[in-house]
């Protein structure tokens, strides 16, 4: 079919009536594995060539933490369904039982290809310097100084257990790394058995000094000092084992006080029913059956190592200074049109919309953005959403100082971010003590928006600056997410942002906003007519054309409206990084559909979306949005998130003709994924690799002067990617 061939009307509705007869199964992926074969990608990328040894070894900790992360929520999620008979199923037409087992089996290969990196990695690691020693690699003067640092460092720390009647099996932690010890006492070959927790402060790897890099894994020492630990005592059989529990929290809608729940459910999370244990290989049966017993037999998903136990732990060798098996150092950029005016964020922003691509472009401007609010004695008030700021956030200062200053602050702080629930009670803490008007949202609903507000008294009136983020405001993880921020004073979007600030405080539900759309009052719907609007120009002879850029593709209703948009003769690019549920590529239901995904040095994560608006993309007129929301159910209809036109001239090109246009010719960390699921790396064709990250290292900022003309000389032509 031609690029732009349409179809008839009476052609696009038996097309559409044909494609309802292709099954579930055919018609979706399925989130779970789809989520597992993105971790196959990530854990692909440290097998790769072109990166630094230890930058690979990254990738690999990364797999196996993301991995811990997917069986504490979504894999528990599912547990619990099974365990409580609920036969709900997913969008490919799976029951919760069906679903767990295709993730055992996935699960199973994706941990079996990480101890075979891990085989590979070490052995190159060695040959490089940095060695990771077994116990009959330890010399004698290693040994005599690892001796000293067991009793003087560990030994203190650690409580053997003894378990027997009167020693019941003990509490393990979510995560929880133990040894587990038969043993027999010399004096009368009375047996024991004994289980050794190690404290989360005692390292999972000592380093012994000297000039070459040499570790020993905490497991190695503990059996190496037995004869300290248990003095008259011989080993008769030992094994490793590591836990993971249930650590989602769900909102009880009868919850008085937000605070004191979530500070209570924390406490609860810690002892979360255990959903998976893992075991060294080399540990006894009869040990292996006891754990088995203990944490809830056969509910549990049990599985060997297959070598070393916890994956993420692996982590804490890329410490190693080591800067040739790293990435060479990377140092964002001030943006530039702020620079321009002297530092001044809201003269810059008066002047013309700015977009900020992080981390080639530091997040610092963000943080110089809300301190110079904080000291202006001008700005009246502050208004600021916080999903996720880190555990040392500049932007938590500024806001403190700002109230401090007697500004009128407000911050919206989300209890509800998973895994960060703690730290974001510390903050509301700080931030209420200080005199900031601390809001926890809604109840039901997260509030995901990254969105700031600074109402300023000037000359000609009050005038209010906003930013708005694809990304959280977190200083530590905007140097390695890719994201936009964009800063603008544009009159109709500062009254929608005040809106949105009182639908979250006051619950004042938005009336008639100018541009901004947002979740969950809308979204889908604009999205979805904005799609029909593509197909409608197919349908009036015109290119219709859609290019989107997202972390995850999931909700139903809007993949139904890409698969009918692709019959219709639209053209779509998906760069979708993680999950995605819809089918590329199937006859008669998604032939032009392309989607692929990005994992390298940066991780991906801002979400962009371009419709051609009549004509093929890239385009002036075509509409740009940027958005906080990927396309999930969760983010349509039990979030807070926003939908933002951008409609600067500069800031139009600069996301569309640079970002997306990059995005999608990178021929170096990109993958293609086909109609049956298999994701395949895309190569260059014509000899002239293009790595997007690299790209934008090593080019002017996108809000310097010019970029946009000097950015459109240099990118590869789009038609570099066709048929890639």
């Not at 490919?92 to 087992?101: F, I, R, S």
């Not at 916080?386 to 938590?396: D, M, N, T, W």
């Not at 200062?397 to 602050?409: F, N, P, Q, Y």
Request: with cysteine; hydrophobic share 40%.
């Amino acid at each position: 079919m031609d690029e732009h061939a349409t179809l008839g009307s009476d052609e696009q509705e038996i097309g559409a009536a044909d494609t309802q007869q292709i099954a579930p199964r055919e018609r979706y992926f399925n989130r779970e594995l789809s989520w597992l074969a993105f971790n196959g990608r990530v854990l692909e990328e440290a097998t790769n060539p072109a990166h630094p040894l230890l930058e690979r070894l990254r990738f690999l900790s990364i797999s196996g933490n993301n991995l811990d992360e997917f069986f504490m929520v979504r894999v528990a999620g599912l547990k619990g369904q099974q365990l409580q008979d609920v036969d709900q199923r997913s969008v490919d037409g799976l029951t919760p039982v069906q679903q767990l087992a295709a993730i055992a089996d996935h699960a199973g290969v994706l941990m079996a290809q990480q101890q075979a990196v891990w085989t590979e990695l070490s052995d190159l690691l060695d040959k490089a310097g940095v060695h990771v020693l077994e116990n009959e690699d330890i010399g004698e003067n290693a040994g005599a100084w690892l001796e000293e640092h067991f009793r003087e460092q560990i030994f203190p720390i650690l409580t053997p257990l003894a378990l027997d009647p009167a020693h019941p099996f003990p509490f393990i932690p979510n995560k929880g790394f133990s040894l587990i010890f038969d043993l027999k006492r010399i004096s009368d070959d009375e047996p024991i058995r004994e289980i050794l927790m190690i404290p989360p402060t005692v390292p999972r790897f000592v380093r012994i000094p000297g000039s070459d890099a040499c570790y020993v894994a905490i497991e190695t020492i503990l059996r190496r000092f037995t004869h300290l630990l248990f003095p008259g005592y011989v080993v008769l059989g030992d094994g490793a084992f590591r836990i993971i529990r249930d650590s989602d929290i769900e909102i009880e809608e009868e919850a008085e006080d937000l605070v004191r729940y979530f500070r209570s459910a924390i406490k609860r999370r810690r002892r979360g029913r255990v959903i998976r244990l893992r075991l060294e290989d080399t540990m006894p049966e009869e040990l292996a059956l006891m754990l088995r017993e203990e944490f809830g037999g056969g509910e549990l998903i049990i599985s060997n190592s297959g070598g070393f136990l916890g994956i993420a732990d692996l982590d804490l060798l890329v410490g190693e200074d080591r800067p040739d098996l790293k990435f060479p150092p990377f140092t964002p950029r001030f943006p530039e049109r702020v620079r321009e005016h002297d530092g001044d964020c809201f003269a810059a922003i008066k002047a013309k919309d700015i977009v900020v691509h992080h981390p080639y472009e530091s997040f610092e401007v963000v943080i110089a953005f809300l301190k110079q609010a904080a000291q202006d004695p001008d700005v009246v008030a502050i208004k600021q959403t916080l999903y996720r700021a880190g555990k040392q956030s500049a932007i938590i200062r500024a806001l403190i100082d700002a109230a401090e200053a007697g500004k009128s602050v407000t911050a919206v702080v989300e209890l509800k971010a998973r895994f960060d629930e703690e730290q974001n009670l510390m903050w509301a803490s700080q931030l209420e003590r200080a005199g900031v008007q601390v809001v926890y949202g809604f109840i039901d609903w997260k509030t995901h928006a990254k969105v700031s507000m600074v109402v300023r008294n000037e000359p000609d009136g009050f005038r209010t600056y906003c930013h708005f983020g694809t990304g959280n405001y977190h200083p530590i993880t905007a140097r390695i997410y890719t994201d936009i921020s964009f800063f603008t004073a544009d009159p109709d979007i500062a009254r929608d942002a005040a809106q949105i600030f009182n639908y979250i405080t006051g619950y004042v539900e938005p009336n008639e906003l100018a541009k901004i759309t947002i979740s969950p009052h809308g979204m889908r719907d604009k999205l979805a007519d904005l799609i029909d609007r593509e197909i409608d120009f197919v349908r009036d002879g015109k290119p219709g054309a859609i290019w989107v850029k997202l972390n995850s593709l999931v909700d139903p209703a809007i993949i139904e409206k890409l698969y009918r948009a692709s019959a219709a003769g639209v053209q779509i690019d998906l760069i979708i990084r993680g999950i995605c549920c819809l089918r590329p590529g199937v006859p008669g239901l998604s032939d032009n559909i392309r989607v692929r995904s990005v994992v390298g040095r940066f991780l991906e994560h801002s979400r962009i979306m371009c419709f051609g608006n009549g004509a093929a993309l890239p385009n002036k007129q075509a509409k740009v949005f940027i958005s906080s929301a990927d396309w999930m159910p969760r983010n349509f209809d039990r979030r807070v998130e926003y939908l933002l036109p951008v409609e600067n001239p500069t800031v139009h090109a600069q996301v569309l003709d640079q970002v997306m246009v990059a995005n999608l010719i990178d021929t170096e960390q990109s993958w293609s994924l086909d109609a049956d699921g298999n994701y395949q790396r895309i190569h260059t064709t014509d000899g002239k690799p293009f790595n997007l990250h690299r790209y934008f290292m090593t080019n002017p900022s996108l809000s310097g002067r010019g970029a946009a003309t000097q950015h459109s000389a240099k990118v590869p032509k789009l038609s570099l990617r066709r048929g890639a």
